[in-house]
């Protein structure tokens, strides 16, 4: 059973480019999260993912977007980038809607802006 | 507003010793908690979690946590740690039957096992 897997693992991009990032959330899991980690820091909620609309937001500027396909996989798009937004930017998926029981994390992508 | 404090940003500790990691939290509503555990290069891995009903939840790789409601914590134990427990561990929090899963993180404590 492959959990959740995200693409790249690393990237490299300029400053005012744009980025995708792409998560494939674990077999029977329908609900996807993105969260940012800093280095030395906590991972940060980004946003939410349920039913291909974004269910909530955490404090990121609107920069920051994403989406969700009809097979629950998502991605996350940054535009403009600062040398701010490096970090490791997680996926989490879960099930259920509503129920908050457990988030299974992927790898996670290593931005780097420069 | 959630938030989650854990005091120590690094732990060092020698191999087959106990170790505590300390977690705080504040929340107005009920919360359920998670430990988590970050291996260098790596994603989260799920310790433990307390959902509701025995305080004292056990984990994998011997962990065990028990969750305090008066002083709002949930401290990580292991009676005795290896060189592969060498990591970063996160405390999380996240509402009871909230809108979303949504975890709020503590920065992390960094637990440096020594030979």
């Known amino acids: 059973d492959a959990g959740v897997t995200q693409s790249p693992t690393h990237l490299i991009k300029t400053r005012g480019q744009q980025v995708t990032l792409r998560c494939s959330p674990k077999?029977?899991?329908?609900?996807v999260s993105w969260y940012q980690q800093a280095l030395g820091q906590g991972p940060q909620f980004i946003f939410q993912y349920y039913e291909e609309e974004e269910r909530q937001r955490g404090n990121f500027p609107d920069r920051f977007s994403g989406h969700q396909f009809p097979n629950y996989s998502s991605e996350l798009n940054v535009n403009a980038l600062l040398l701010g937004d490096s970090a490791l930017y997680l996926c989490a998926s879960s099930a259920g809607g509503f129920l908050n029981t457990e988030a299974f994390f992927g790898q996670g992508t290593r931005l780097t802006v420069v | 507003a959630q938030s989650v404090t854990q005091l120590d940003s690094q732990v060092p500790v020698f191999e087959e010793a106990p170790v505590e990691l300390r977690c705080n939290y504040s929340s107005s509503v009920s919360v359920y908690l998670f430990w988590y555990v970050q291996y260098p290069n790596q994603g989260l891995q799920l310790l433990l979690k307390?959902?509701?009903?025995?305080?004292l939840v056990k984990g994998i790789n011997g962990f065990e946590a028990e969750f305090n409601k008066s002083q709002t914590s949930f401290h990580l134990r292991k009676p005795s740690v290896h060189i592969s427990d060498t990591a970063e561990y996160f405390c999380a929090v996240s509402d009871y039957g909230g809108a979303t899963n949504k975890l709020i993180f503590g920065t992390g404590t960094l637990l440096a096992v020594q030979p």
């Open positions: 307390y959902l509701s009903g025995s305080t």
């Open positions: 077999s029977g899991h329908d609900t």
